[in-house]
């Protein structure tokens, strides 16, 4: 199909680190990208600036995907300033709040779960009958390594992100009729904000390639799943680890 065809990318958590990556190679696929943010205006701004230079459309949308209403308030927005449908979305804004399970609180708790589980269901769910009347539709949702193996301090982040799956897998039975697919990237470690504090002595021993994986090489795969060459994928589960899973 035609990019024109397939209307807007919406990518979540794309001011920094994977996200941004994400929203400038869609770009340069040929989609109209919206890059949303919770806080970082500027980053935001600044991954606009850098996919307009070359040649790409984006626009910059902060809201709290975790925040029900403020979402479907952004959403019906988004969808009121332009008729091109959005067709695509990227389901990658994510937090962690390391602790061991024994000190974990409440709020650690909610606000990972909130990001993940009800950021997916906020953002997701207003736009799913677009993809449907379109005919065409893709959801990628960004998991975690963590998800299927576990990682001590993380019982809130990888309960969230093993949620995703069961999600990913559920809506891509419901939808593969319409030619809606739905996926899941699994990223191991990634080279970003969120890893700034592992030490590398630590990546050596437990990656199997003894390095991080970079922004761009999850962002490919993400292109890919999007792409028309990725029409009979649905419901995948799909590593970027390096070989750590
Ligand atoms: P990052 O550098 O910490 O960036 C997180 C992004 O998510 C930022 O753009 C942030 O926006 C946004 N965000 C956070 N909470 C949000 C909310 N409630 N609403 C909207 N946006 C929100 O993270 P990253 O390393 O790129 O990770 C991206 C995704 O990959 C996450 O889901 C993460 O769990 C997953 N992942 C990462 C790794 C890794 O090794 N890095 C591994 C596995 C999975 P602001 O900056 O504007 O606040």
Known sequence: MKPEKRGRAL??????????????????????VIVNYRSRADDAEAVVGAIREAGGEAVAHGFDVSDG?????????????????ITVVVNNAGVTQDMPFPAMDWTAWERVTRTTVDG??????????????????????????????????????????????????????????????????SPGLIDTDMTSE???????????????????????????????EASYVTGQVIGVDGGFR
């Open 11 to 32: 990518v979540t958590g794309a001011s920094r680190g994977i996200g941004a990556a994400v929203a400038r190679r869609l770009a340069a696929d040929g989609f109209p």
């Open 69 to 85: 209403a403020a979402t479907r308030e952004a959403l019906e927005g988004l969808l009121a300033e332009d008729d091109r449908a």
């Open 120 to 185: 997916f269901f906020n953002v997701t769910q207003p736009l799913i009958m677009q993809m449907i009347s379109q005919r065409w539709g893709r959801i990628v949702n960004m998991s975690s390594v963590s998800a299927h193996r576990g990682n001590r301090g993380q019982v809130n982040y990888a309960a969230a992100k093993a949620s995703l799956v069961g999600a990913t897998r559920s809506l891509a039975l419901e939808l593969a009729k319409r030619k809606v697919t739905a996926n899941v990237v």
């Open 198 to 228: 592992v030490p590398m002595n630590i990546v050596e021993q437990i990656v199997p390639m003894r390095r991080m994986g970079n922004v761009e090489e999850v962002a490919a795969v993400v292109s890919f799943l999007v792409s028309d």
